[in-house]
């Protein structure tokens, strides 16, 4: 990418559009797809209509679901997708799909998952990128803005995203569980005996360090193997492979899709063409229009230099964020603080149990909590192995009891935590008040101790 | 319950697969604690401190609450076990929604 031009040459090298074209398209429709699937497994209702309370991330507590406008929600997102995939109004249609998107996520942290993480990111990145210059319907119809080629910065700046992804994710499967006791594997994969072919195999040991070991080898090789020419062709097998594997083995969703579909952006034009080549046969829409052999340019200087800054600025949050947990002490798996966003995939099979004391100071009066009167069961079981979600939850527990009457109710949460095939242990001060703790992202004191240390990043 | 985690027949004798025979062969794998033994002995520990109790539960708590609190505690240990180190060594999820994990 970089190799010794200076950075002033390298942002004005340009290169062929039509990888981003073919990832906008790309991009549009599997969203598209994820949320018509979404909605035809009934989890709008489920995860947003049903529940009562819903846990919020740190500072969004006013990101609630709209009740029946979830709905329209999901529909603007959706149709959002399609004008990004067709590159109709795209900026406008990016910016709506990425806070549509978003605040979907943002609703219920319960429901978190890297690669919603991903998706929101990418289309976030995907604001400031010229994605509808080369085969789009804005471009048809706007002769200043068609252009065969882009800066390269733009389609590299993708690359670079993918590269975080896989390389962070492999740097966090350098630790001792996964690669010395081969966890959560050795839990996760004998109990898919029901898999033909493979159901026998899973329940060899050497076959879960064998997977142990050559999927963090994979995640830290691949987005090197994509670079090289050489390679690259190879990788991507691999990536099929990989994905699709992991798609047969775990409840993924569109995740292995999105990604195979993703890694294309690493080859070059001329395959691009052949794809968009087959397209425009299909749909009856000239290719030839678009191959006039301008450059795109930002409307304006400035916009160049913003897009530039947002970018460069965002990047270097991408890089140093993954890293956040260096500043909490405690075992990073146990306390979950600075676990989300930063590719942490597979690494932790955790199980929970936590009830929660109700104390009424001024009768002595107790009772524990029925947790399915306020949580569905996929709420709680997030919630029982989650700190900042028991906290959360007290704080819920603790109006609810006003209301009831008690004026000032103390709660306390009895919980248990196995983690990665543990015994396991009691998980958060049982005799701490959680109503007299105010949440924030400084380390929470209130929970107990691992007692044992898992080595690595 | 304790007959339901062996696989015992509920009539005449004998038994079959059961949890605990699942746990015990996963085990093998994994060279982890004895789980399946563990639950097995808070069975007992739990049955042994329920029999020190009155038949009448009432005058129990009238007359040694201290008594009834162990046995609920006892209780309460092989919950845990059962609910958390059990269902975690067995990959279960307790779940409706089957929702995508990553």
Same mark, same amino acid.
């Given at each position: 990418?970089?190799?010794?031009?200076?950075?002033?040459?390298?942002?004005?090298?340009?290169?062929?559009?039509?990888?981003?074209?073919?990832?906008?398209?790309?991009?549009?429709?599997?969203?598209?797809?994820?949320?018509?699937?979404?909605?035809?497994?009934?989890?709008? $209702? =489920? !995860?947003?209509?049903?529940?009562?309370?819903?846990?919020?991330?740190?500072?969004?507590?006013?990101?609630?679901?709209?009740?029946?406008?979830?709905?329209?929600?999901?529909?603007?997102?959706?149709?959002?997708? /399609?004008?990004?995939?067709?590159?109709? %109004?795209?900026?406008?249609? /990016?910016?709506?799909?990425?806070?549509?998107?978003?605040?979907? $996520?943002?609703?219920?942290?319960?429901?978190?998952?890297?690669?919603?993480? &991903?998706?929101?990111?990418?289309?976030?990145?995907?604001?400031?990128?010229?994605?509808? +210059?080369?085969?789009?319907?804005?471009?048809?119809?706007?002769?200043? !803005?068609?252009?065969?080629?882009?800066?390269?910065?733009?389609?590299?700046?993708? =690359?670079?995203?993918?590269?975080?992804?896989?390389?962070?994710?492999?740097?966090? %499967?350098?630790?001792?569980?996964?690669?010395?006791?081969?966890?959560?594997? %050795?839990?996760?994969?004998?109990?898919?005996?029901?898999?033909?072919?493979?159901?026998?195999?899973?329940?060899?040991?050497?076959?879960?360090? +064998?997977?142990?070991?050559?999927?963090?080898?994979?995640? !830290?090789?691949?987005?090197?193997?994509?670079?090289?020419? %050489?390679?690259?062709?190879?990788?991507?097998?691999?990536?099929?492979? &990989?994905?699709?594997?992991?798609?047969?083995?775990?409840?993924?969703?569109?995740?292995?899709?999105?990604?195979?579909?993703?890694?294309?952006?690493? &080859?070059?034009?001329?395959?691009?063409?052949?794809?968009?080549?087959?397209?425009?046969?299909?749909?009856?829409?000239? =290719?030839?229009?678009?191959?006039?052999?301008?450059?795109?340019?930002?409307?304006?200087? +400035?916009?160049?230099?913003?897009?530039?800054?947002?970018?460069?600025?965002?990047?270097?949050?991408?890089?140093?964020?993954?890293?956040?947990?260096?500043?909490?002490?405690? $075992?990073?798996?146990?306390t979950e603080e600075g676990y989300r966003f930063s590719w942490r995939v597979m690494l932790m099979e955790k199980a929970g149990h936590a009830s929660f004391k109700v104390v009424d100071p001024d009768t002595g009066r107790r009772l524990y909590v029925d947790n399915s009167q306020f949580l569905t069961r996929f709420q709680e079981k997030q919630m029982s192995t989650q700190p900042d979600f028991i906290l959360e939850y007290a704080h819920y527990l603790k109006e609810h009891f006003r209301e009831r009457g008690i004026r000032d109710p103390e709660i306390y949460a009895e919980s248990h935590v196995a983690l990665n095939g543990r015994r396991s242990r009691p998980f958060i001060a049982p005799d701490v008040d959680l109503t007299t703790i105010t949440p924030s992202l400084k380390h929470k004191t209130w929970i107990l101790p691992f007692n044992e240390s898992i080595k690595g990043m | 319950m304790q007959n339901f985690f062996h696989g015992n027949h509920f009539t005449g004798g004998g038994s079959g697969e059961s949890l605990k025979s699942y746990l015990d062969y996963l085990n093998t794998i994994k060279n982890g604690a004895d789980l399946a033994t563990l639950i097995d002995e808070q069975f007992d520990a739990a049955r042994s401190e329920i029999q020190t109790l009155d038949d009448n539960l009432a005058l129990q708590v009238e007359n040694d609450n201290a008594a009834m609190l162990a046995a609920y505690d006892e209780l309460q240990k092989n919950m845990v076990l059962l609910k958390v180190d059990m269902l975690h060594a067995l990959n279960i999820n307790v779940d409706y929604v089957d929702g995508d994990s990553d």
């Open positions: 990418m970089l190799r010794d031009s200076p950075p002033g040459t390298y942002l004005q090298r340009q290169s062929d559009a039509a990888p981003l074209a073919v990832f906008r398209i790309l991009f549009g429709l599997l969203m598209l797809w994820s949320m018509v699937r979404f909605a035809a497994n009934g989890w709008i $209702e =489920k !995860l947003y209509l049903e529940p009562t309370f819903f846990f919020s991330y740190y500072g969004f507590g006013w990101v609630q679901p709209p009740g029946d406008l979830t709905y329209l929600l999901f529909v603007v997102c959706g149709i959002s997708a /399609v004008l990004v995939a067709i590159g109709y %109004k795209y900026r406008s249609a /990016v910016i709506l799909f990425f806070l549509s998107f978003t605040y979907i $996520e943002l609703m219920d942290k319960t429901t978190y998952l890297n690669h919603y993480y &991903f998706i929101s990111i990418v289309s976030f990145l995907m604001i400031f990128l010229p994605a509808h +210059a080369y085969f789009s319907v804005d471009a048809r119809f706007d002769s200043d !803005l068609r252009s065969q080629k882009v800066p390269s910065w733009t389609i590299d700046s993708l =690359k670079l995203l993918l590269f975080i992804v896989y390389f962070y994710a492999g740097l966090a %499967k350098l630790n001792s569980d996964w690669l010395v006791e081969a966890m959560p594997l %050795k839990i996760w994969l004998p109990s898919l005996y029901a898999l033909p072919f493979l159901g026998d195999l899973l329940q060899k040991e050497w076959t879960h360090y +064998a997977f142990s070991w050559s999927g963090a080898l994979y995640d !830290l090789s691949i987005p090197f193997l994509l670079l090289i020419h %050489k390679t690259r062709l190879a990788a991507f097998a691999l990536v099929v492979v &990989f994905h699709l594997l992991t798609r047969v083995f775990f409840p993924i969703g569109m995740f292995p899709y999105i990604m195979i579909a993703s890694t294309l952006i690493f &080859f070059d034009a001329s395959f691009h063409h052949r794809i968009l080549d087959k397209l425009s046969r299909a749909i009856r829409v000239s =290719k030839a229009r678009f191959d006039n052999a301008r450059t795109y340019r930002f409307r304006r200087p +400035a916009f160049q230099k913003a897009s530039l800054f947002i970018v460069g600025l965002f990047f270097a949050v991408q890089i140093l964020f993954p890293f956040r947990h260096l500043m909490y002490p405690g $075992e990073l798996f146990w | -």
